[in-house]
């Protein structure tokens, strides 16, 4: 998702029952995984809502295809500075 201009606002992992061998994780909608947290977690789920959720974002200053990191913040956020990508994430 380092590629995408515009990537979804959450991303949930979950695993019920691991795999034996091998395995996979799947993507689904964020809203799907809330109604089930509410659900199956209601308190945890509720510390969510009333504590929020961090992400921290690594970024290279350039775009190297070679890299893991891929896409610049530069290019993510259409800028070419830090203050205007600082702007960028304060306004979002």
């Given at each position: ?6 990537p ?12 034996e ?22 308190d945890?789920?509720k ?46």
């Amino acid at each position: 998702m380092a590629q995408t201009p515009n990537p979804p606002a959450y991303v949930l992992f979950y695993c019920e029952t691991p795999a034996e061998s091998g395995g996979a994780t799947p993507i689904v909608l964020s809203d799907a995984a809330a109604a089930f947290l509410m659900d199956e977690w209601p308190d945890f789920a509720k510390d969510l809502m009333r504590e929020g959720v961090r992400y921290h974002r690594a970024m290279p200053e350039n775009t190297d295809a070679s890299s893991a990191l891929g896409r610049s913040w530069k290019s993510t956020f259409n800028v070419s500075n830090r203050e205007d990508a600082e702007i960028f994430l304060q306004s979002s």
